[in-house]
DNA sequence: TATTCCATGTAATTCGTTACATGATTCT
DNA sequence: AGAATCATGTAACGAATTACATGGAATA
C-alpha cells in the first residue's frame, strides 16, 4: 500500500526552513510546490503531532505560549525517515481533471458553453504560465549558492513547461471549437489532418 | 461544496456505450479518458446501485443471473441530470505529483537516484505520447461522424499536448542533471542562463 | 484438473476537505 | 472600536483505494 506523503512533506518543508511552525509550512508549500501539491491544516497540525510524538521533529522552542506559534525543527530520525521515503520509487500520479471530463462529455452541453469554459481556462492558464515563469527566475536569484539548486530548478521547470504545454492545448482546443462552428466535423478534421501532414 | 463526479462519469459511460455493465464502464474510462480520470470497483458498483434507484439508469435486460453481467441504460432523467452537472462550471484541478514532490526533496537522496527516477519517468512518458498519438488517430478514424467529434478530438489533443510536454521536460531535467554533475551549480546556471537566451 | 480471466459486490480503512471554534495581533 | 489577518487546533463528513469474498467461463 502507497504510503501518505503529508508526513514527508512537513519534514522536508521544516528542513528547509531549519525551523517552521504550521502557518509557514502551508506558506511555503503554497508558494514553492503549489503548483504540484498542497496541503491543509486538516492534515497538518495532526501530522505535526503525530511527527513530534514519533521523534522526526522537535519544538524549537521552550517557551510554549498557548495559542502562539509553535516552531519545530528536524531530527537526526526525521532526516533518516524523509531520505528512506524520497529514495522509494514513486508512484505514478492519476491525475483527475473535471475541466477534460465535462468536456468529454461535451454534447450534453453546447458550442457557446465549451467556448466559455475553454477561453477562461486559456486566461488561467495563461497566468499561471507566468507565475511560474517568476517562480523560476526567483529560484535562479535567490538559490544560486544552494545544494538543492538542481532540485528546484527541475520542479520550477517542470510547472513552467506544463503550464505552457496546457495554455498551447486550450489554444489548440478553441480553433477546433471554431472549425467546427464553422463548418461541422469535415472542417474540424481538414483543420487536424492539415497540420499533422504540415509539420 | 464540490459534488463527486463518479456518478455523472458512470452516466456519460453508460451514455456512450449505450448500455453497459460496471465492467464495461471500468474498461472504458480506462480505455478513453484513462489519461485524466480513473474510477475503482469500489466505487462503480455501489454508484450504479445508487443511481438505479434514483431512476437516472435502468436495467437494459430483464433476466437477472445472479452473477451474470448486469447492463443498464440511462433514462431521459439521467440525461438530464448529467447536462446540468456539465454545464456547471468545472472546479480547477489540484494535481499532485509525488514524482515532483521526491525531486524537490532530492538532496536527500543522490544525482544518481535522481538519474534513475528521470529516465524511467522519460521512458514512461515517451511510452504514453506515443498511446495518446495512437488514441488521436483512432478517435479521428472512428469517429467521423459522431456529434462529439470535437469533444474527443480535445480531450485525446490533451492527452498528447501534456505528454509530450511531460516528456520534453524530463529531458530538460537530464540535461540540467548532466550540467550539475559536471561543474556544480556553476554549470548548471550557464546552462540555463544560455539557453534562456538564446530562445 | 488447475489456473487465469471475467464479473459483481461488500467492508475496512485511509485520505482529505470543510466547517467550526478560539483567540492574539495588526491595521483602519 | 471594528475588521482583517495570523495562528492553532478539532470534528464531521465524504471520497477513494484496497482487500476480500464469490463464482462462472475459458483455457492450458
Known sequence: MRE??????????????KAASGYEIKQLI????????????????????????????????????????????ITEAGREALSAWVRKTPYPDRPRSELLLKLFF???????????VLTSARDQYAKA???AAMGFDQTL?????????????MVTEAGRTIQAARRQWAERALEMLDAFERGGNAALIALVKNDASSA
Chains 1, 2 share one sequence.
Open 141 to 153: 536569484a535567490e538559490d544560486a549558492a544552494d545544494p538543492s539548486l538542481v532540485y528546484y530548478l
Open 30 to 73: 503554497q508558494l514553492a510546490i503549489g503548483n504540484f501539491w498542497n496541503e491543509s491544516f486538516g492534515q497538518i497540525y495532526p501530522a505535526l503531532k503525530d511527527l513530534a510524538g514519533e521523534g522526526l521533529i522537535a519544538a524549537a522552542d521552550e517557551d510554549i505560549g498557548p495559542r502562539e506559534q509553535r516552531r519545530f525543527k
Open 4 to 17: 501518505a506523503a503529508t508526513r514527508y512533506v512537513l519534514l522536508g518543508a521544516i528542513d528547509a526552513l
Open 129 to 131: 504560465q507566468t507565475v
Open 106 to 116: 461535451g454534447k450534453f452541453a453546447d458550442p457557446k458553453w465549451a467556448r466559455e
